[in-house]
T-cell receptor, first 115, second 112 residues
Framework: GAVVSQHPSWVICKSGTSVKIECRSL??????MFWYRQFPKQSLMLMAT?????????EQGVEKDKFLINHASLTLSTLTVTSAHPEDSSFYIC???????????FGDGTRLSIL | DQQVKQNSPSLSVQEGRISILNCDYT??????FLWYKKYPAEGPTFLIS?????DKNEDGRFTVFLNKSAKHLSLHIVPSQPGDSAVYFC???????????FGGGTRLMVKP
């Protein structure tokens, strides 16, 4: 149980393009989903927390207009990187959990490369 | 300042023996701790967790120990198997387990 699916796993696109990444909880209802970013040789850094049906809470230094998060249902959250530039190239990974003080379960991540 | 540290970047263990992975934290507000296992090109897989009201939690071959006074936790894997070879991350959070702070990971290699 507790499977989280993330799609796409790898995307390459031109600078200026907007890219949408999907995160789905397949066998549980995710009241809260989290989006992380990982730079090379560094650990996962939380970008934002989203609760179903409400606006995401962004961590300090994360541009909310750049990284649009939607959590419209209990099984789906999306992260849209708007007008992506090479410095946005990174590994993005989502996690989900069904209630507080329960473990977060992670997707397999999306490697985003902006040319 | 790293609030969660895994000081050993790698660990090599013989199959059948015990693997002990260590993690230290500095934030006394952390009260929920987790261990994740990660294979290349996959997301972290949850292994085991412990809340600050306990000092030990066991699940099969995996046991997590928490020493709050020392701000230290460890993951014991007994017996170690080659399939356990992966990168192990400890993570910590405050109330409600929202913001996870991860350690840098320890690569475990279990030799047959």
């Amino acid at each position: 149980g507790a499977v989280v699916s993330q799609h796409p796993s790898w995307v390459i696109c031109k600078s200026g393009t907007s890219v949408k990444i999907e995160c789905r909880s397949l066998d549980f209802q995710a009241t809260t989903m989290f989006w992380y970013r990982q730079f090379p040789k560094q650990s996962l850094m939380l970008m934002a927390t989203s609760n179903e049906g409400s606006k995401a809470t962004y961590e300090q230094g994360v541009e909310k207009d750049k990284f649009l998060i939607n959590h419209a249902s209990l099984t789906l959250s999306t992260l849209t990187v708007t007008s992506a530039h090479p410095e946005d190239s990174s590994f993005y990974i989502c996690s989900a959990r069904n209630r507080q003080n329960q473990p977060q379960h992670f997707g397999d991540g999306t490697r985003l490369s902006i040319l | 300042d790293q609030q969660v540290k895994q000081n050993s970047p790698s660990l090599s263990v013989q199959e059948g023996r015990i693997s002990i992975l260590n993690c230290d934290y500095t934030n006394s507000m952390f009260d929920y701790f987790l261990w994740y296992k990660k294979y290349p090109a996959e997301g972290p897989t949850f292994l085991i967790s412990i809340s600050s009201i306990k000092d030990k939690n066991e699940d099969g071959r995996f046991t997590v120990f928490l020493n709050k006074s020392a701000k230290h936790l460890s993951l014991h894997i007994v017996p170690s198997q080659p399939g356990d070879s992966a990168v192990y991350f400890c993570a910590a959070s405050g109330w409600a387990g929202n913001m996870l702070t991860f350690g840098g990971g320890t690569r475990l290699m279990v030799k047959p």
